[in-house]
């Protein structure tokens, strides 16, 4: 090792210090000799050598770099006790990066265990997570996660060490505490104290507490003993932040500078690659260098092996720039709160003379050509609809009453009343808004109302004052709108809290704006208190001839008085709630709203009200939903989506077209969020739940029906099957062009419908209603398929209140014991009444997994159980001349269960399946063909259907030989006239196959339909 000498100036300053009370005893030479003796020790048995150099050189550096960083005026008021503290200061700040050898194979016993599994859960990103499992082999990776651990508590380890005491991250403490503790024994207490503080400073962020910092501390009665600790903190941090050349790696955690890719700052520290760092000198106004010019900016030069070098200290610097920009706004406050003059003016760095080899020297990033950018906003890409500038304006002031309203309750203020009033004048073309809201403040209209991009509402400032209130406002971009009908834009405005009236004048949106405060007199007494009025001068070849349409159009439930006032006449915009929209719409549209054949029901449920029409059936004694018919298309109906009282969405909740009457509003923190053109719903958690509600509402509709016919002393059967009856209306209405409504989303239709209790079950001697959800719990029911039962079904149904089972009436009728009922412990009633999505949703979740059979009674039991493992392929059989009807089911079964030993038959039919068993020629044979078609592709799925569909036939054709099975098979696939599906029939299915099974087949099934006897 070199001799160790105190060579820099800012040592000889720090030096004449020790003549001075407070630190006599101390000998800085000596301290630098031992510091160097500690590095170079732990350089020879440590860890992490490899990528960080820790010898006197560093410290040289920093310190001869204060030469620079700080400016000469500083430098002389700087006093010794200052440059003592900054030598010091240096001397250490880093010395919490040592790790010893035997810290690191202790590791376990500090916070590494949890801190790397926080690492490797993602909970500090998945790329950085990513990236740190991608080091390989295990070993460097610890070493990796430890080194971070280290730099990222490496400020607070020192100034446990100076301090002495116990490091609760790092229980295990290293030797060196003792060496580090004797050297600065002879310093004052509170000097020792104040050092461990500016040591740490270095990576905390809390440069703007000025107790702690002290601008104008002091160790003695001298002037000589005080200090600026403040200015000392910022220019360590500054001179450590700045140590970037040579093969330094920084001391700041990489997760914190590129969380996406630590491992790009580790390869810029490996290349060696900055050459130098300095201030960077200006040029006068003819471009020549002019060395005299103050100078504050740093410039950075540095040449690359590959990218990821470049890329890893780019964004390194970035994080420094904030750093310096920190660093002058806490001197200047300093400087300004204590009457002092400590210059800090590094503000910027440049970092265009950084290359990468390979790659053009010329640096290019992204710019946003704002001309074109607002060009495309209010264009026809996003806004492309003249129409929405009345709502956006209007949305804006109902904000900012809503607001107003907020902030005045919570003053206890009840007075206030909301209001809106839009005025036309179509001679001078001036379209006005004006609202008592809010109004704004200089500050509001810089920070969001002209910033693009920048909503109020979503501010973290303002969320946090008021965080319970809800806007409509999201993008920060409605004030664009404007641009689409006007150049010329005043804008008068109040704020709540302030004297002054602003009136902003804007020309044309690429264009300056000018500003000037009113006198209270010169503004229209609504806004007096406060208020805005946004007022366009309309371009003349815009067409504002349905301005009440439009608004009429978007704006249902405003929660505030909203007024229109054409050149001739005042009209009132909006609705208080959705049943008195869709009331008065359908009123004024012809129906007869009179509550006895025809009424609106409105429907609430956690911020969201539904309002839906419904009629009257005599004869059935049901409200059921009204269809909307599309009469007059000039007209837009009172059906869509609101959020916060705004349409939308103009197609029936829920549903993809129109077909019922109806129109939601959600309010509220839940409330779903609409997408940047305000078109439609985002995808999110919010849309599922309003969505949940909404068919939550619809279905309540039909089980409080289901409630009302069961008072009005129809039997839970009879209502049980109304309900069903209602429901598939429901599930199959049609929009106003007559076809199928679709559901917006049928998983979460089938999520509500799970729950809702339209399953008619029975058990012991009652019948009951339960939901899917239920029954899953239970996790088994029966079916039974007979007369019997269901002229038992049929009688009960019309015995008045009754609630009975048809299995007690059997038992009494049958006697309990021939009656042959004591297996059925959960009997699911009715299955061919019940709705197609509920018969389906039930399918998917049960299979049979027992059948019995009682041929006395022409009956078949199926017990159906939860599906854990699939029993049965299930194929559909398509009718080629009734496309919509019900397709009919078959199962082929795949495994073995519980059957009863008297089933010899082939197959059993049950009145809408049949089931082909497994101890049969043609059950093995249908196996093959559908694990030989296992990829169901449409084709395969035709051709599946077609051979299930030729077998059933051959049940009630038993007779046939070999050329008539043969002459059959070929009418029947002829009989399609498409030679298409016959060659693609033959080309999946071996002919002889097919016949020799259905030869060997004994078509015989167990069938409880067959003993009807048909007219023909
Ligand atoms: N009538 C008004 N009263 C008070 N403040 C207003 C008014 N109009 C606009 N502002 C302020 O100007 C900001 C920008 O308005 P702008 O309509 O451009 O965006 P936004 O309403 O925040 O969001 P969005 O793009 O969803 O409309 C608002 O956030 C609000 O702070
Ligand atoms: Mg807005």
Redesign the pocket.
């Known amino acids: 090792m070199n001799e160790i000498k105190l060579t820099s100036f800012a040592e000889k300053k720090a030096e004449k210090a020790e003549n001075l009370r407070p630190f006599s005893g101390l000998k800085l030479l000596h301290i630098k000799k031992q510091i160097a003796s500690i590095l170079g020790q732990i350089g020879r048995n440590g860890i992490f050598d490899e990528y960080t150099k820790h010898d006197i050189s560093h410290i040289d550096f920093m310190l001869d770099s204060l030469d620079w960083i700080i400016p000469p005026k500083t430098q002389e008021i700087l006093t010794p006790t200052d440059w003592l503290m900054l030598t010091l200061s240096i001397y250490f700040h880093d010395l919490g990066m040592l790790v010893t050898k035997e810290e690191y194979e202790n590791r376990n016993n500090s916070d590494f265990p949890e801190f790397k599994e926080q690492i490797i859960k993602g909970e500090l990103g998945l790329d950085y997570r990513d990236k740190v499992l991608g080091i390989n082999p295990t070993d460097r990776q610890d070493r990796f996660i430890y080194q971070e651990l280290v730099r990222k508590n490496h400020a607070q380890r020192i100034k446990y060490w100076i301090l002495d005491e116990k490091n609760p991250i790092f229980p295990t403490e290293m030797n060196i505490i003792n060496e580090i503790k004797s050297l600065i024994s002879k310093a004052d207490n509170m000097f020792r104290r104040d050092l461990a503080l500016i040591c740490e400073s270095h990576h905390l962020d809390d440069l703007d507490d000025f107790e702690k910092y002290k601008p104008n501390q002091q160790y003695g009665p001298t002037s000589q003993e005080t200090i600026n600790l403040h200015y000392c903190a910022i220019i360590l941090r500054t001179a450590d932040l700045l140590h970037i050349t040579s093969d330094r790696t920084p001391s700041i955690e990489f997760s914190l500078i590129n969380p996406t890719d630590p491992i790009s700052q580790e390869e810029w520290a490996k290349q060696r690659a900055v050459k130098a760092i300095r201030p960077k000198v200006k040029k006068n106004k003819d471009g020549r260098v002019d060395s005299s010019l103050p100078k504050d900016t740093l410039e950075v030069i540095a040449l690359f092996e590959n990218e990821f070098g470049f890329f890893g200290l780019i964004s390194y610097l970035n994080y420094a720039k904030l750093q310096l920009m920190d660093s002058c706004k806490y001197t200047d406050m300093a400087n300004r709160l204590n009457d002092i003059n400590y210059e800090f003016p590094w503000k910027d760095i440049d970092d265009s003379s950084i290359e990468a080899k390979d790659f053009s020297k010329e640096q290019f990033e992204f710019k946003l050509d704002q001309t074109r950018i607002l060009d495309l906003l209010v264009g026809h890409t996003l806004y492309n609809d003249s129409s929405v500038v009345l709502r956006?304006?209007t949305?804006?002031?109902i904000?900012?009453?809503k607001?107003m309203k907020y902030e005045l309750d919570n003053r206890g203020d009840n007075d206030y009343k909301p209001e809106i009033e839009i005025n036309w004048n179509s001679g001078k073309r001036e379209l006005s808004?004006m609202?008592n809201?809010?109004?704004?403040t200089l500050e509001?209209?810089k920070n969001?109302?002209l910033?693009?991009g920048?909503?109020?509402?979503?501010?973290e400032n303002f969320l946090k004052k008021y965080p319970n209130f809800s806007?409509?406002?999201?993008?920060?971009?409605?004030?664009?709108?404007c641009f689409l009908i006007a150049d010329d834009i005043d804008?008068t405005?109040k704020y709540f809290d302030s004297d002054e009236i602003i009136l902003l004048k804007i020309k044309k949106i690429h264009g300056k704006y000018l500003l000037k405060y009113l006198p209270t007199d010169s503004i229209p007494s609504m806004i007096k208190n406060h208020?805005?009025i946004?007022k366009l001068y309309v371009r003349s070849e815009v067409n504002l001839e349905k301005i009440e349409h439009n608004l009429k159009k978007w704006i249902l439930f405003p929660d505030c008085k909203l007024t229109f006032n054409d050149d001739q006449k005042q009209i009132k915009i909006g609705y208080n709630s959705p049943k008195e929209l869709l009331t008065s719409y359908l009123k004024e549209n012809g129906y007869d709203v009179d509550d006895k054949i025809l009424k609106v029901k409105e429907v609430h449920d956690n911020g969201v009200t539904l309002a839906f029409a419904i009629k009257y059936i005599e004869h059935w004694k049901e409200w059921n939903f009204l269809e909307y018919t599309e009469r007059n298309r000039d007209i837009t109906p009172p059906i869509g989506t609101c959020v916060e009282g705004i349409r939308v969405d103009f197609t029936t909740p829920g549903f993809k077209g129109r077909n019922l009457f109806a129109v939601v509003n959600t309010t509220g923190k839940n409330a779903p969020k609409?997408n940047?053109a305000?078109s439609n719903i985002e995808v999110t958690p919010e849309r599922e739940a309003l969505l949940s509600s909404i068919y939550a509402l619809y279905l309540n509709h039909i089980s409080d029906e289901i409630d009302n016919l069961k008072q009005g002393g129809f039997s839970i059967s009879w209502a049980a099957k109304e309900g069903n009856y209602l429901l598939r209306d429901f599930t199959r209405s049609r929009d106003f062009l007559g076809r199928d409504a679709e559901f917006e989303d049928i998983t979460t239709f089938e999520k509500a419908l799970s729950k809702m209790n339209l399953i008619l079950v029975e058990k012991g001697n009652s019948r009951e209603l339960v939901s899917i959800e239920e029954l899953s719990s239970i996790n088994h029911y029966w079916t039974i398929d007979c007369v019997s039962y269901s002229s038992a079904d049929s009688l009960i149904k019309e015995v008045k209140s009754s609630n009975t089972s048809a299995l007690s009436l059997l038992r009494t009728i049958f006697g309990s014991e021939d009656s042959n009922t004591d297996h059925i412990d959960y009997l699911l009633c009715n299955i061919n009444q019940t709705d197609k999505n509920i018969e389906r949703l039930l399918e998917e979740k049960f299979q049979v997994d027992s059948i019995k059979i009682i041929p006395e009674q022409r009956r078949l039991d199926l017990k159906w159980s939860l599906v854990s493992e699939k029993i049965w392929e299930e194929i559909l059989i398509e009718d080629e001349y009734h496309r919509n009807r019900n397709k009919s089911k078959c199962y082929i079964q795949l495994k073995d269960f519980e059957i009863d030993s008297s089933i010899t038959q082939t197959a059993i039919n049950s009145s809408n399946a049949l089931f082909i068993l497994k101890n049969s020629e043609l059950n093995k044979y249908l196996v093959k063909v559908i694990s030989d078609l296992s990829e169901r592709t449409q084709e395969n799925r035709i051709i599946l259907s077609k051979v299930v569909k030729l077998i059933k036939s051959f049940f009630y054709h038993k007779e046939f030989n070999k050329a008539k099975v043969e002459e059959f098979i070929e009418s029947r696939l002829q009989r399609n006239n498409n030679e298409d599906i016959e060659h693609l029939f033959w080309d999946k299915i071996n002919k002889e196959e097919l016949i020799s099974t259905i030869l060997k087949t004994n078509f015989i099934k167990y069938d409880t339909t067959i003993w009807f006897r048909r007219d023909w």
Do not use: P
């Not at 806007?471 to 709108?481: E, H, K, N």
């Open positions: 956006e304006l949305q804006n002031g904000d900012a009453s607001l808004f609202d809201g809010t109004g704004m509001i209209i969001h109302l910033k693009v920048s909503s109020r509402y979503q501010d806007s409509i406002s999201r993008f920060g971009i409605g004030l664009l709108t804008i405005t208020g805005t946004v609409t940047v305000r």
